[in-house]
């Protein structure tokens, strides 16, 4: 008999891919417009995800070296640095933008 734990169940779910798309410079930095990655249990948070990233190669690295600088969106919806990403599908990359 398997017994679910909630943290357990929470970790399998995470084991599975999710999108990350990336606009304007920080895709330039990165390389590329999206990519499907599996990220580790221990990234909880839009910014553990931006500093798990920026160890991946020196293209991540200048792409998020100022985190002030870079925004972050939750399934298409505006997050902020400390935010859970939880069972998101896609989290998006972006510079800050400006109104005109």
């Known amino acids: 008999m398997i017994i679910f734990v909630p943290a357990f169940a929470m970790w399998l779910k995470r084991m599975t891919e999710i999108k990350i798309a ?3 410079w920080v895709r330039e930095r ?3 417009a ?3 990655v599996t990220i580790p249990s221990s990234v909880v948070t ?3 995800l931006a500093r798990w990233l920026s160890a991946r190669d020196e293209g991540y690295a ?3 070296e100022n985190p002030k600088l870079v925004r972050a969106a ?3 919806v ?3 640095p400390h935010d859970m990403i939880g069972n998101a599908r896609e989290i998006a990359f972006f510079p800050p933008m400006t109104g005109g």
């Open 22 to 24: 990336y606009f304007a």
């Open 30 to 32: 990165v390389g590329v």
């Open 34 to 36: 999206d990519e499907l």
């Open 46 to 48: 839009i910014e553990d």
């Open 62 to 64: 200048s792409a998020f």
């Open 74 to 76: 939750i399934d298409r």
């Open 78 to 80: 505006h997050a902020k």
